[in-house]
């Protein structure tokens, strides 16, 4: 009986023929790719695949009745959230890896799963080959889950790697990451932090039951890092880390925010390096569970889609259950930070309305402060942060008991 799954990809970059090596290494998915979806028919390609699979009209793949599966790895959001509704809407089922676009439109891509009684499945969205969105879905509870942490963007990873422990320029750091096809075709979504917001915005909701827009979130990344900031951490013997993190505060609150953090040794996430991706997810009763692996790349990211086919080929789909829950816990920013804000002439501490200031520090070359804010003042005075050259950091200490 010839029961095979018939794919219509639309996308052919580092992912999309990642997914066509991939799934012909993987008989057991009787998997089978129709028709292959790209923008530019004569663009150069590095994986070959037979010309008559190519086409650059989005309808030879939706209105083909023998394809029973789209999957989606486009990098422009605008353009995959319209295949992606025309595909739900027509009650094809969808597996995407575009955290962009899912984040940004995650309520009404339920509702239209919902009202078409199909499926939209996305793991490798989030954190590359490491399953977290389908365990935090399935295995983890509401109730005794706390928080879920980590490192969910590789490129910034790597290039801190490379700068912080093999003293690399940054700018040939980001270079490779973009060689080695980690990055976005735009890389400042990965250093400016939004890669990892949109991964933690999908998190959130398979973590919690709880959407919260991407614009909502406290957002620095790493691209204002100066050697004055790096030489600050290895005196301290701590690393720098982009991290993102959603974590329940009390009273029926939880919080989330990406930021670089002074990692200290022995942490989980100290030890992850280069593009690699690592996951903390601590709950009451278990206390910590660390899930590492890697979180960018061709192949590590087509294996997430190729577990997301077979997921299919036995009907799965996200069932949503956490959003339904009678207590769910409400977003706050209502929270105190203690961070380091590394500046030059601006006098930044006359700037940010900090509670506290711990210590300061003043020098021809650079100037820094650590003090204690409100979230909620820090995304209000976020337009001054953009404008200077300043680099913030969470020095995590009243998230202390937390990791
Ligand atoms: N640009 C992303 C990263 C790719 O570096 O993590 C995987 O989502």
């Keep these: ?128 080959s490491i399953p977290v969105i389908r365990n935090l879905e399935e295995y983890y509870d509401n109730d005794l889950l706390l928080e879920v942490k980590g490192i969910l963007n590789g490129s910034s990873n790597y290039i801190l790697s490379r700068v912080f422990d093999h003293g690399e320029d940054y700018a040939s750091a980001l270079a490779k990451a973009q060689a080695l096809g980690f990055a976005e075709s735009d890389p400042t979504f990965d250093i400016e932090g939004y890669d990892s917001l949109f991964k933690l915005v999908i998190i959130t909701m398979h973590a919690l039951g709880v959407y919260v827009r991407p614009e909502d979130i406290f957002t620095f990344g790493i691209s204002s890092i100066h050697d004055s900031d790096i030489r600050y951490a290895r005196e301290k013997g701590v690393k720098i880390k982009l991290v993102a993190q959603v974590a329940k505060v009390g009273n029926g609150r939880f919080t989330m925010f990406v930021m670089p953090e002074f990692v200290r040794p022995g942490k989980y996430i100290y030890s992850v390096d280069d593009e690699y991706n690592g996951v903390v997810i601590r709950g009451e009763c278990y206390d910590r569970q660390f899930m590492f692996g890697k979180g960018a790349g061709s192949l590590p990211t087509a294996s997430s889609i190729l577990s997301d086919i077979m997921a299919r080929r036995h009907d799965y789909r996200y069932e949503y259950k956490k959003m339904h829950y009678i207590d769910r816990p409400v977003y706050t920013t209502d929270i105190p930070l203690r961070i380091y804000v590394r500046y030059s002439s601006t006098p930044i501490p006359d700037l940010l309305p900090f509670t506290a200031i711990h210590e300061q520090y003043l020098s021809a070359e650079s100037c820094y402060v650590i003090g204690d804010i409100n979230l909620a003042d820090l995304i209000a005075h976020r337009h001054i942060l953009s404008a200077l050259d300043v680099f913030v950091v969470n020095t995590s200490s009243f998230f202390e008991h937390l990791d």
């Design 1 to 128: 009986m010839d029961n095979k799954i018939r794919i219509g990809l639309f996308g052919f970059g580092v992912v999309g023929q990642g997914i066509y090596q991939v799934v012909s290494k993987a008989p057991n998915a009787h998997a089978e790719i129709r028709r292959i979806c790209v923008r530019n028919l004569a663009k150069p390609r590095s994986v070959e695949a037979p010309g008559e699979l190519f086409t650059d009209r989005v309808a030879d793949i939706l209105d083909d009745p023998g394809i029973d599966l789209i999957v989606e790895v486009i990098d422009n959001a605008d353009a995959s959230y319209k295949i992606v509704c025309d595909a739900l809407r027509r009650g094809i089922p969808v597996v995407s890896g575009n955290k962009a676009m899912i984040a940004r439109h995650l309520p009404e891509l339920i509702a239209l799963q919902q009202e078409h009684d199909t499926a939209l499945l996305y793991d490798a969205s989030s954190c590359g």
